[in-house]
C-alpha cells in the first residue's frame, strides 16, 4: 500500500481504504482468519452442488434440448455424472484440481441418499431433496435476459446472426423429424423455437463456465485443507491466476440428436470462457440479475424497479439476504444446496453464531456474499492486470490509471443496498 | 372443601416460598410458584365438571360465621358469573408466570405477590359475603403496586401510584356503597342472601348504584376514568399486565353485575341508557385512540378500554342472551388479551423496542419471531372478532342480545369492532409484514418456555371459537336465572 | 523486402510469437499483401502471462487466433499515423487505444521498438500481450 501511495497521492473516494487494500494487491473483503475459513468453506460447499449444476445445463443443452415436455430434465443420466472434466483428474487438459474428473463422490452420494433416505430419484424430486437445478436456471436466465443490453463479449450478438439462425434451423428440424405437429408449428412461429435454442445457448454458456469454476473451488479447499493460503489474497491471487489460464477455454454450444452432433455454436467462432461467459456471467449474475419475488414485492409503476437494465442491482453483491429463507427464492435453493455439503468446520462455526442451526441458512448466505466478493475482487484485479499496468509499476501516470479504474469499479458499491460496508465488519452475519 | 383448597393453596405457596433456605435459585421458586397454582387451576377444572348445570343459584357453598358483630362471615360459594373466572384466574397467572422471561429481579417476593394475587382475585370472585368481596377487592392493590413499582417499567414510579390512587378511591367508593346497602336495608349481615333492597327509597337505591358505578367504573375502566389504565397496563412488566388486564378488569364488570345489577334490579333500568352510552362512548375512545399509537403494548392497552366497553353495554342491555355475552366475553377477553400481551412481552425481549416505526418483518422465518409474529396474527384476528374464534362468539352473543334494546348503541359498537380490525392491520403490517432490518435484526430466540403458554391459549382461543358451548353452558344458567328475575323491567324500557 | 513473417522469423525476441502464428494458421495471411500494422509482443511480453494461459490457447486455435488478431490491425500505421487517432480497430474487430503524449503505449503496452517496415506492412514492438476489453 505504501508503495503506491509514495508515488500517488491517497485516494479520496468514499472507499479509499478499500482501494488502497486493492492498490496493495489485497481483496475486498478484509483480510482476517475468519474471512478465509468463511469463504474457502463456502467455495467448497459451492463447487459440489456447481458440479451438478454444470452436468446438468449441458446435458439440457446438448440432449434435452427442445424437449416440449421436459419432466426429467433434472434427472442426470449416468453419462453425464462420468462426463470428465476438463480441468480436472488424469483426461484433464490442464489440471487444476488434483481430483476425480467425474462428479464428486460426496454429490453421488447425496444423489443416491439425499437427506432423508435412500430411494427413487422421483421421490427424492419431488419431495425437494435434491440439488435445485432452479437455481442454475435463474443464473442462466439473468445471463440470456442481460445478454443483449450488457453488449459484453460476441457471444449474444451471434445469436442474432444468420449463421446461427441457420445452425439452430437444422438443428431443429432434426430434432422434429417426424413429427409434423411440431414441426407445423415451427413452421407458424418460427421464432419461437429460434428463441428457445437461443436460451439453451445460454445454458451450454453457463455449464462449460461452471465447469472451469467448480474444479477451481476444489482445488482452494484441498490447499486450504493443506494449510496452504496465507491469506485472503492468496486465495484471490489463485483465482485471479485461475482466470488467466482457463481464458482462453472455447464457448459453444453442440446438440447431440440421434447420435448426430450438430454445431450450433461452433468452437471455432473463437469464443472464449473469459469474454464469452466469465465477465458477462459476473455482470448479470453478481451485479445485475433481477428482483426475486418473495416476501418483497416490487410495483414497477412505483419506480420500485429501475426503468433501465443497466441500472439494476439484485445480484449477490447487493442482496439482501434475510427474505431468504422464503421458498422458491433461488438464493434460497443455492443456500438450500450448499447446506448439504459445508465442510466440519464451517458448520461448528455456524454453530456458535447467532441462532446456532436454526439460521444456518443466513449465515452461509452472508459467508456466500463475502466470498463472492473475493471472487469479485479477483476478476477486478485480473482485469487490471489484463488491461492495465502491474501494481508495482514505476510510471505514476499508469499508477494514477490504475487508481481511477479501481474508484469506477468502487463506485459501482456506492449504492445504499450494496453490501461492501456490511462486509468489512465481522459481525454482519 | 375445593374453593377453600382455590383459596388456601396459594397462600401456603407464598409461606413456602418466604421461607425457603438460601440461597435459592429463581427456577426453584418459579416451579414452586408453577405447581401451587397448576394445583388450583385443576381444581378449579374439577368444580367445572362438577358444577350442576341444573342449578342457577351458588354452588360448593362453604359457611363459617366468622365476626357476627359486624356481619362479616366467612361465606364462599361459586355460580356461572364467578366459576369461568376463577379457572381464567389460574389459567392466567400460570400464564403470567412464564411470560417475564428468564432473569426475574428479587425472584421470591415476585413469585410470593403472584400466588397472593392469584388468592386475592379467587378469595373476592368465591366471596359471598360483601365484606369479605371487599376485603380480597382491596387486598389485591398492594401487590399490583409493588408489581408495577418493583418490575415496571421506565415510568415504573408514576404509573403504580397513579393505579394506587384510582383503585383505592374505587374501594372506598364501594365500601360506601356495601356499608349503605347494608345499614340502611337493615341486613342482620353482609352475606348476599341476608341482603334485600327492596325496601330503600328509589333515590338511596339511585346514589347507592351510582357509588357502585363509579367505583367499578373505574376498575373496567370506564371512559372518562380510564387515565390510569395506559400508564399502567404500559409500564408493568408483561406478566403483570396480564394479570392486570385479563383477570382483575374484570372484578370491575364482575362487581357491575353482581352488585349493580343482582341487588339493584329495579333501579338498573334507570341508569341502562345512560351506562349503554357510556359503554358506547368507551368502545368507541378505545379503538380510535388505538388507531393514533405508535407503542404498540399501549395500542392493546387501549384496544382493552374499548373491549371492556362492550360488557358494560351488554349488562346495560340486560337481556339473558347480552348478560351471557357479557360474560363469555369477560372470558374471551381475558385469554385474547392475555396472548396479546404475552407476544408483546416476547417481541419487546427479544427486538427491545415496541415501537412500531421501529419493528418490521417480524415474519421472516429464520431472522424474525415467526412463531410470535403468526400468534400475534391468530391473536389480532380473535380480538377484531373473525368467526371461528373465541372473540367472534362473545361478540356476536352480546350484539345480538342488546340490539333489542339499544339498537343505536349495538350499531355503533359493531362499527367500532370493525375499528379494531383497522388497528390491528396497522400493528401486524409493521411488525409483522414488510422487510426485516438487516443492521438490527439479530434477536435472540424465542425459547419453548415462552411459546408453550402462548399456545395454551392460541389453542382455548380457537378451541371455544369452535366449541363455544364449552364457554357457555357453565355461565348460561346463571344469566338467565338473573334475567328472569328483571325481565318484567326489561319489557317496559322495550316498549318505551 | 521482407514479409511480416519473415522479420519475426529471424528475430530472436519473437519465437514464441511466431510459434503462435504458425499454429494459429496465420502464416499465410500475414504473407499475402495487406497491408497490415503488426502489434508484435516479444517472448518477454508472453512471459508475464501467468501459467496456463498459453497452454490453453495452444490447444484452442480459434481462440488462440483471435488473440493474434487482436494485435493486428488493417493498413499500414506508422508511429507518425497513430499519434493523430486515439484508438484504431483491431482485425479482431475489438478497439485498441493508442496513447502517444509521453511514450508511444498501446493499450496497457508500450512500444519498445516502432516502425520496422517490411513489404506487407508495419511492426512495432510491444513489451505486453494486449487484450480486449
Known amino acids: 500500500m505504501t508503495q503506491t501511495l509514495t508515488k500517488i497521492s491517497p485516494s479520496n473516494h468514499e472507499f479509499a481504504d478499500i482501494i488502497h487494500r486493492l492498490e496493495a494487491g489485497g481483496s475486498m473483503l478484509p483480510d482476517t482468519p475468519e474471512n478465509l475459513m468463511q469463504i474457502i468453506g463456502i467455495y467448497k460447499a459451492y463447487a459440489v452442488p456447481m458440479d451438478f449444476y454444470w452436468r446438468d445445463l449441458l446435458y439440457i443443452a446438448e440432449k434435452v434440448f427442445l424437449n416440449p415436455l421436459p419432466f426429467f430434465k433434472y434427472f442426470l443420466p449416468q453419462e453425464y455424472l462420468d462426463l470428465k472434466n476438463h480441468y480436472a483428474g488424469d483426461t484433464a487438459d490442464l489440471r487444476v484440481w488434483r481430483g476425480c474428473a467425474e462428479a464428486h463422490p460426496e454429490l453421488i452420494n447425496f444423489i443416491e441418499k439425499g437427506e432423508t433416505i435412500k430411494g427413487s430419484k422421483l421421490f427424492h424430486h419431488l419431495w425437494h431433496d435434491r440439488i435445485n437445478m432452479e437455481f442454475a436456471e435463474a443464473c442462466m436466465r439473468a445471463m440470456y435476459w442481460h445478454g443483449r443490453d450488457m453488449g459484453m463479449g460476441k457471444f449474444d450478438s451471434y445469436l442474432d446472426s444468420d449463421e446461427y439462425k441457420h445452425n439452430a434451423d437444422v438443428a431443429i428440424k432434426a430434432y422434429f423429424k417426424g413429427n409434423p405437429a411440431m414441426l407445423g408449428l415451427y413452421k407458424l412461429f418460427p421464432e419461437m423455437f429460434l428463441e428457445q435454442v437461443r436460451q439453451l445457448s445460454y445454458y451450454s454458456n453457463l455449464g462449460l463456465f461452471w465447469e472451469v469454476m467448480c474444479p477451481v473451488f476444489y482445488e482452494m479447499s484441498d490447499i486450504y485443507d493443506e494449510g496452504g493460503f496465507k491469506d485472503v489474497s492468496d486465495a484471490m491471487n489463485f483465482l485471479v491466476n485461475g482466470i488467466f489460464a482457463i481464458a482462453g477455454r472455447p464457448i459453444y454450444h453442440h446438440v447431440y440428436i440421434d447420435g448426430k452432433c450438430y454445431e450450433i455454436i461452433s468452437k471455432s467462432k473463437g469464443f472464449t470462457w473469459l469474454y464469452e461467459a466469465a465477465l458477462p456471467y459476473v455482470e448479470a449474475v453478481f451485479y445485475r440479475t433481477s428482483p426475486f419475488r418473495g416476501t418483497k414485492s416490487y410495483n414497477a409503476q412505483a419506480k420500485q424497479v429501475p426503468e433501465h437494465q443497466k441500472d439494476f442491482h439484485y445480484g449477490i453483491l447487493y442482496a439482501d439476504v434475510f427474505p431468504v429463507g422464503s421458498a422458491g427464492i433461488p438464493p434460497t435453493l443455492l443456500m438450500d444446496d450448499m447446506l448439504h455439503f459445508l465442510p466440519d468446520y464451517l458448520k461448528e462455526y455456524y454453530q456458535k453464531n447467532c441462532r446456532g442451526e436454526d439460521d444456518q441458512l443466513i449465515q452461509l448466505g452472508i459467508t456466500f456474499q463475502r466470498s463472492m466478493y473475493n471472487v469479485t475482487s479477483a476478476v477486478i484485479q485480473a482485469l487490471r492486470t489484463a488491461l492495465l499496468y502491474p501494481l508495482d509499476d514505476e510510471n505514476p501516470k499508469h499508477l494514477m490509471k490504475n487508481r481511477q479504474f479501481f474508484e469506477a469499479q468502487m463506485d459501482r458499491f456506492k449504492r445504499p443496498e450494496a453490501r461492501l460496508k456490511d462486509i468489512q465488519n465481522p459481525d454482519y452475519r | ?496 | 523486402m521482407p514479409t511480416i513473417v519473415d522479420i519475426a522469423v529471424n528475430n530472436d525476441n519473437f519465437k514464441t510469437l511466431v510459434t503462435a502464428v504458425t499454429v494459429a494458421n496465420l502464416v499465410e495471411v500475414l504473407k499475402s499483401p495487406g497491408p497490415f500494422t503488426v502489434f508484435a509482443p516479444t517472448d518477454q511480453a508472453f512471459a508475464k502471462l501467468p501459467p496456463g494461459t498459453i497452454t490453453t490457447l495452444v490447444q484452442n486455435i480459434p481462440q488462440l487466433s483471435r488473440i493474434l488478431t487482436y494485435h493486428v490491425v488493417p493498413g499500414k500505421l506508422m508511429k507518425s499515423d497513430l499519434e493523430k487517432v486515439n484508438s484504431v480497430i483491431s482485425v479482431e474487430g475489438s478497439p485498441i487505444s493508442i496513447d502517444c503524449s509521453d511514450n508511444f503505449e498501446v493499450k496497457n503496452a508500450t512500444v519498445i521498438m516502432a516502425d520496422i517496415e517490411a513489404d506487407n506492412g508495419v511492426i512495432h514492438v510491444i513489451d505486453n500481450v494486449i487484450l480486449m476489453g
Open chain 2, 1 to 496: 372443601m375445593t374453593l377453600s383448597l382455590i383459596l388456601w393453596l396459594p397462600l401456603i405457596g407464598v409461606l413456602i416460598i418466604g421461607f425457603f433456605p438460601n440461597p435459592v435459585k429463581t427456577n426453584t421458586l418459579r416451579n414452586i410458584t408453577t405447581l401451587f397454582i397448576f394445583i388450583t387451576l385443576c381444581l378449579s377444572i374439577y368444580l367445572l365438571t362438577q358444577f350442576n348445570l341444573g342449578i342457577s343459584k351458588i354452588q360448593f357453598t362453604e359457611y363459617l360465621t366468622w365476626i357476627p358483630q359486624i356481619g362479616l362471615n366467612y361465606s364462599l360459594g361459586v355460580d356461572g358469573l364467578s366459576l369461568p373466572l376463577i379457572f381464567l384466574n389460574g389459567l392466567l397467572t400460570l400464564i403470567a408466570i412464564y411470560s417475564i422471561g428468564e432473569k426475574v429481579e428479587r425472584p421470591r417476593l415476585y413469585y410470593a405477590l403472584m400466588l397472593l394475587i392469584n388468592s386475592g382475585i379467587s378469595g373476592a370472585l368465591m366471596a359471598d359475603n360483601l365484606l369479605f368481596f371487599l376485603i380480597f377487592y382491596e387486598l389485591e392493590l398492594i401487590p399490583f403496586y409493588l408489581m408495577i413499582a418493583i418490575w415496571g417499567g421506565e415510568k415504573k414510579g408514576y404509573a403504580s401510584i397513579k393505579f394506587l390512587l384510582y383503585t383505592a378511591v374505587s374501594g372506598l367508593l364501594v365500601l360506601a356503597a356495601f356499608l349503605g346497602i347494608t345499614w340502611f336495608s337493615g341486613s342482620a349481615s353482609f352475606d348476599y342472601a341476608d341482603i334485600n333492597t327492596m325496601a330503600l327509597s328509589a333515590n338511596t337505591k339511585f346514589i347507592l348504584l351510582t357509588l357502585l358505578l363509579i367505583g367499578f367504573g373505574i376498575k373496567i375502566p370506564l371512559v372518562p376514568l380510564h387515565t390510569w389504565l395506559p400508564d399502567s397496563y404500559v409500564e408493568a412488566s408483561p406478566a403483570t399486565t396480564i394479570l392486570l388486564g385479563g383477570i382483575l378488569a374484570k372484578l370491575g364488570t364482575y362487581g357491575l353485575i353482581r352488585f349493580g345489577l343482582q341487588l339493584f334490579p329495579d333501579t338498573w333500568k334507570l341508569v341502562a341508557p345512560g351506562l349503554a352510552l357510556i359503554g358506547t362512548i368507551t368502545v368507541l375512545y378505545g379503538a380510535l385512540v388505538a388507531i393514533a399509537q405508535r407503542d404498540i403494548k399501549r395500542m392493546i392497552a387501549y384496544s382493552s378500554i374499548g373491549h371492556m366497553g362492550y360488557i358494560l353495554v351488554a349488562c346495560a342491555a340486560a337481556t339473558e342472551l347480552s348478560l351471557l355475552g357479557a360474560v363469555a366475553q369477560m372470558v374471551s377477553h381475558g385469554l385474547i388479551l392475555a396472548l396479546l400481551f404475552h407476544l408483546v412481552g416476547i417481541i419487546e425481549r427479544k427486538t427491545g423496542t415496541r415501537d412500531l416505526d421501529q419493528l418490521n418483518g417480524l415474519m421472516n422465518p429464520i431472522r424474525g419471531l415467526p412463531l410470535t409474529s403468526a400468534l400475534l396474527i391468530g391473536a389480532g384476528m380473535a380480538s377484531a372478532g373473525i368467526p371461528g374464534l373465541v372473540g367472534f362468539i362473545s361478540e356476536f352473543i352480546i350484539f345480538q342480545g342488546s340490539f333489542i334494546i339499544f339498537p343505536i348503541a349495538t350499531l355503533i359498537c359493531i362499527i367500532a369492532s370493525g375499528l379494531t380490525a383497522v388497528y390491528f392491520v396497522i400493528l401486524l403490517n409493521r411488525t409483522c409484514f414488510g422487510k426485516l432490518n438487516n443492521k438490527l435484526a439479530y434477536y435472540p430466540q424465542v425459547l419453548l418456555l415462552e411459546k408453550i403458554p402462548a399456545f395454551v391459549l392460541a389453542t382455548l382461543i380457537l378451541f371455544l371459537g369452535i366449541q363455544p358451548q364449552y364457554l357457555t353452558r357453565w355461565i348460561e344458567p346463571t344469566t338467565d336465572h338473573l334475567i328472569a328475575t328483571l325481565t318484567p323491567i326489561n319489557v317496559e324500557i322495550a316498549q318505551k
